[in-house]
């Protein structure tokens, strides 16, 4: 975009658009967006160049200072334009006391006021969601029966002007593991969703035919969605949009394999963001419901906007130093010393490294088939890769040509196999190894298109590689026959047959209907030793950290609640972001994360409360799986990894145990059971819960 560039020190700014002044983003644009000006140029200077009037009510921030209309602007000033709502001066801030009761069955709503103690005490994502699943969830229920809710939780936070602030949780009882089933996303949708005065919403009941929700602020419409039930998400956003006739509208939405039941299917927003673990997107399947469509245009009201953007400011002020590298590459620049160190998951991981590492990393990624990176709401870091490839080079240069005007450069499959769609983003690291290396692939071109079918097609990329993986070491060493696979070989390092098999999942067919199951449940059909292989806690596959390399994951593995998850969920810092909202990947220190908090919010949080509300998600979880019937005997490793690496040791279950143990007798729970005490119960007041548990 190019302003007033008629002076010799022309500058370049990037502006953030928030709420209703999205609409001002140049056509198809999101994010946040580069404008060249002139060396002298101001806030108005800015305001003309994007086409909005000088007298409209838009309040400016550069660089995390409030700004009037005479600022004048510096190179690579981070300025955020705020509709003037933000920042009111309201009595509740950060969250509505609005959650959005839907039964699917009989197709009605109904609205609860929770109250501000109510939204203190679980502050949104898993510790809201683990209050709905133990309160309405009868104990033993079907995860695919009508008995099963769904719960989306965006945190107190999450829509706040601040990076990192556009997250939301997506909870359910899993498919996968029978118990405690959350994963979280990005993107836009779930600010978009407090945006329209909704702080969560709980989904009851079962749809007797395809549906979808049409929320367009307070108004909520039950749409029939027969005619996109088969279809593609990116199939189905463009009929929504097309239906809803605003482009502003946010989409979230199963993909086919969650409408075939396939257990580790996710839940996709915008396209590329998804709620990935734990199998949520079969929950919404089984109570058909499609697709949940959003219009918010009312921002969330902040307590203390000097403060917050203070934070901001930090943010865009220490990014060389805190955020270079994420913004430069996303995720997975460092699988090359990750191998070199003996730490990559490969063959189903059973080496720590591939000499092929460089052709799948992040940099190849970047320098061959990368057109751009992406950004969540009111994000400067910018770390979300998105890829374009096409089949022929002709194709490929028209592209580059006419997409992005000559400022990128579009890849091409030499094979003349495969495009990859840019809508779908690009291999987050967990993607390139699952996909990748753990597969023995060396194909980046054939990753990316396995990667965006698991985006159009809505899966989890970590369970589907890993089953992939344990089926293919079944098959290597004769446990799966082709008798068994229906003539389909399962072989490592065969890229092309890894793009039929997630197909052939996605839609159930051939063997592609037992490795739908998941490795765990699929190995307890197949028996035959096949158990000996499989990486999954508690029935869900691990991500792409090895244990054996990672001390720092171990905990994590082991008593996550919802499995073989590796964001650390075990952690009062990353169970604390994942209740109000804010991404991992910002490198907020916890005093940071409570000056938003408090910012926000207008709470005077401590540092203690703090910890507390995280303690007690993590309560509310294990207390959820526990009535499910998981044990301490679920809180172990497979038996791969008591299998050394050629670099590191096997883990004993001496040295589980200890971990096991030390974190229970950490958290309040029995040191023998990991029941939590009385006395925790009392101390983190979930008496009211804990009636549930029983
Ligand atoms: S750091 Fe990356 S993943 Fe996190 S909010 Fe920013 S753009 Fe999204």
């Given at each position: 975009?190019s302003?007033?560039?008629?002076?010799?020190?022309?500058i370049?700014?990037t502006?953030?658009f928030?709420?209703?002044?999205?609409?001002?983003?140049?056509?198809?644009?999101d994010?946040?967006?580069?404008?060249?000006?002139?060396?002298?140029?101001?806030?108005?200077?800015?305001?003309?160049?994007?086409?909005?009037?000088?007298d409209?009510?838009?309040?400016?921030?550069?660089?995390?200072?409030?700004?009037?209309?005479?600022?004048?602007?510096?190179?690579?000033?981070?300025?955020?334009?705020?509709?003037?709502?933000?920042g009111?001066?309201?009595?509740?801030?950060?969250?509505?006391?609005?959650?959005?009761?839907v039964?699917?069955?009989d197709r009605?709503?109904?609205?609860?006021?929770?109250?501000?103690?109510?939204?203190?005490?679980?502050?949104?994502?898993?510790?809201?969601?683990?209050h709905?699943?133990?309160k309405?969830?009868?104990?033993?229920?079907?995860?695919?029966?009508?008995?099963?809710?769904l719960?989306?939780?965006?945190?107190?936070?999450?829509?706040a002007?601040?990076?990192?602030?556009?997250?939301?949780?997506?909870?359910?009882?899993?498919?996968?593991?029978?118990?405690?089933g959350?994963?979280?996303?990005?993107?836009?949708?779930?600010?978009?969703l407090?945006?329209?005065?909704?702080?969560?919403?709980?989904f009851?009941?079962?749809?007797?035919?395809?549906?979808?929700?049409?929320i367009?602020?307070?108004r909520v419409?039950f749409?029939?969605?027969s005619?996109?039930?088969?279809?593609?998400?990116?199939?189905?956003?463009?009929?929504?949009?097309?239906?809803?006739?605003?482009?502003?509208?946010?989409?979230?939405?199963i993909?086919?394999?969650?409408?075939?039941l396939?257990?580790?299917a996710?839940?996709?927003n915008?396209?590329?963001?998804?709620?990935?673990?734990?199998?949520?997107?079969a929950?919404?399947?089984?109570?058909?419901?499609?697709?949940?469509?959003?219009?918010?245009?009312t921002?969330?009201?902040?307590?203390?906007?000097?403060?917050?953007?203070?934070?901001?400011?930090?943010?865009?002020?220490?990014m060389?130093?805190?955020?270079?590298?994420?913004?430069e590459?996303?995720?997975?620049?460092?699988?090359?010393?990750?191998?070199?160190?003996?730490g990559?998951?490969?063959?189903?991981?059973?080496?720590?490294?591939?000499?092929?590492?460089a052709k799948?990393?992040?940099i190849?990624?970047r320098?061959?088939?990368r057109v751009k990176?992406?950004?969540?709401?009111?994000?400067?870091?910018?770390?979300?890769?998105?890829?374009?490839?096409?089949?022929?080079e002709e194709a490929?240069?028209?592209?580059?040509?006419?997409?992005?005007?000559?400022?990128?450069?579009?890849?091409?499959?030499?094979?003349g196999?495969?495009?990859v769609?840019?809508?779908?983003?690009?291999?987050?690291?967990?993607?390139?190894?699952?996909?990748?290396?753990?597969l023995?692939?060396?194909?980046?071109?054939?990753?990316?298109?396995?990667?965006?079918?698991?985006?159009?097609?809505?899966?989890?990329?970590?369970?589907?590689?890993?089953?992939?993986a344990?089926a293919?070491?079944?098959?290597?060493?004769?446990?799966?026959?082709?008798?068994?696979?229906?003539?389909?070989p399962?072989?490592?390092h065969?890229?092309?047959?890894?793009?039929?098999?997630?197909?052939?999942?996605?839609?159930?067919?051939?063997?592609g209907?037992?490795l739908?199951?998941?490795?765990?449940?699929?190995?307890?059909?197949?028996?035959?030793?096949?158990e000996?292989?499989?990486?999954?806690?508690?029935?869900?596959?691990?991500?792409?950290?090895d244990?054996?390399?990672?001390?720092?994951?171990r905990?994590?593995?082991?008593?996550?609640?919802?499995?073989?998850?590796?964001?650390r969920q075990t952690?009062n810092?990353?169970?604390?972001?994942?209740?109000?909202?804010?991404c991992?990947?910002?490198?907020y220190?916890?005093?940071?994360?409570?000056?938003?908090?408090?910012?926000?919010?207008?709470?005077?949080?401590?540092?203690?409360?703090?910890?507390?509300?995280?303690?007690?998600?993590?309560?509310?979880?294990?207390?959820?799986?526990?009535?499910?019937?998981?044990s301490?005997?679920?809180?172990?490793?497979?038996?791969?990894?008591?299998?050394?690496?050629?670099?590191h040791?096997?883990?004993?279950?001496?040295?589980?145990?200890k971990?096991?143990?030390d974190?229970?007798v950490?958290?309040?729970?029995?040191?023998?059971?990991?029941?939590p005490?009385?006395?925790?119960?009392r101390?983190?007041?979930?008496e009211?819960d804990?009636v549930?548990?029983r």
């Amino acid at each position: 975009m190019s302003g007033r560039t008629d002076s010799a020190r022309a500058i370049t700014v990037t502006v953030t658009f928030f709420a209703d002044l999205r609409r001002f983003l140049p056509r198809g644009a999101d994010g946040p967006q580069r404008y060249s000006l002139s060396g002298n140029a101001t806030i108005a200077d800015l305001l003309a160049v994007i086409g909005i009037k000088p007298d409209a009510d838009v309040t400016a921030a550069v660089d995390g200072e409030l700004a009037d209309r005479e600022t004048v602007l510096h190179e690579g000033a981070d300025v955020m334009l705020l509709s003037p709502m933000e920042g009111g001066a309201m009595e509740r801030f950060g969250y509505w006391n609005k959650i959005l009761h839907v039964n699917l069955t009989d197709r009605s709503t109904r609205i609860e006021e929770p109250g501000d103690a109510f939204f203190r005490r679980y502050a949104g994502g898993r510790g809201l969601i683990a209050h709905y699943l133990l309160k309405y969830v009868p104990k033993g229920a079907d995860p695919l029966g009508p008995d099963n809710i769904l719960v989306i939780a965006p945190g107190v936070i999450t829509g706040a002007p601040v990076p990192g602030a556009g997250r939301h949780s997506v909870g359910a009882k899993s498919p996968l593991t029978g118990g405690f089933g959350e994963s979280e996303s990005g993107g836009y949708w779930g600010a978009e969703l407090k945006r329209a005065g909704w702080d969560a919403i709980v989904f009851h009941g079962v749809s007797p035919t395809p549906v979808y929700l049409w929320i367009n602020e307070g108004r909520v419409e039950f749409r029939d969605a027969s005619h996109l039930w088969g279809k593609i998400t990116g199939e189905v956003e463009d009929l929504i949009l097309a239906e809803l006739g605003d482009k502003l509208i946010r989409i979230a939405q199963i993909g086919p394999a969650g409408e075939n039941l396939v257990r580790y299917a996710c839940i996709a927003n915008e396209l590329n963001e998804v709620a990935g673990r734990t199998g949520m997107g079969a929950v919404m399947g089984s109570k058909r419901l499609k697709a949940i469509a959003v219009r918010g245009k009312t921002p969330v009201r902040i307590a203390d906007q000097r403060g917050l953007l203070a934070v901001a400011k930090w943010v865009s002020g220490t990014m060389d130093e805190k955020h270079r590298a994420f913004h430069e590459f996303g995720t997975g620049a460092a699988m090359q010393g990750k191998s070199l160190e003996g730490g990559m998951p490969v063959l189903n991981y059973r080496l720590g490294a591939a000499d092929t590492i460089a052709k799948v990393d992040a940099i190849a990624v970047r320098d061959q088939v990368r057109v751009k990176m992406g950004a969540c709401y009111a994000c400067s870091v910018r770390c979300k890769k998105v890829v374009h490839i096409e089949e022929r080079e002709e194709a490929a240069r028209a592209a580059a040509e006419t997409v992005y005007k000559g400022r990128a450069k579009v890849a091409f499959d030499p094979l003349g196999r495969y495009s990859v769609d840019p809508r779908y983003g690009g291999p987050e690291y967990e993607s390139l190894a699952a996909l990748g290396v753990n597969l023995g692939l060396e194909d980046l071109i054939a990753i990316c298109k396995s990667n965006e079918m698991c985006n159009y097609l809505a899966m989890d990329t970590v369970s589907l590689g890993c089953t992939l993986a344990w089926a293919m070491e079944c098959f290597e060493k004769g446990i799966l026959t082709l008798e068994d696979t229906g003539g389909v070989p399962l072989r490592f390092h065969d890229a092309d047959g890894v793009i039929k098999l997630v197909e052939m999942i996605a839609y159930r067919r051939g063997v592609g209907d037992l490795l739908a199951e998941g490795s765990q449940r699929a190995a307890q059909r197949l028996g035959r030793g096949s158990e000996a292989l499989l990486t999954t806690v508690k029935g869900m596959e691990m991500a792409m950290h090895d244990p054996r390399h990672m001390p720092v994951m171990r905990a994590s593995y082991l008593l996550a609640p919802t499995g073989g998850d590796h964001m650390r969920q075990t952690s009062n810092r990353n169970g604390l972001r994942n209740q109000i909202g804010l991404c991992h990947f910002l490198a907020y220190e916890d005093d940071q994360s409570l000056q938003i908090l408090r910012t926000v919010t207008g709470w005077d949080i401590t540092p203690e409360e703090m910890v507390t509300t995280a303690h007690r998600g993590l309560t509310l979880a294990r207390l959820f799986n526990l009535r499910e019937g998981m044990s301490r005997a679920d809180d172990r490793l497979p038996a791969r990894f008591s299998d050394p690496l050629p670099k590191h040791a096997g883990l004993t279950r001496a040295q589980q145990d200890k971990i096991v143990t030390d974190y229970y007798v950490e958290q309040g729970w029995d040191a023998q059971t990991g029941v939590p005490t009385a006395e925790t119960i009392r101390a983190l007041e979930l008496e009211a819960d804990a009636v549930y548990a029983r």
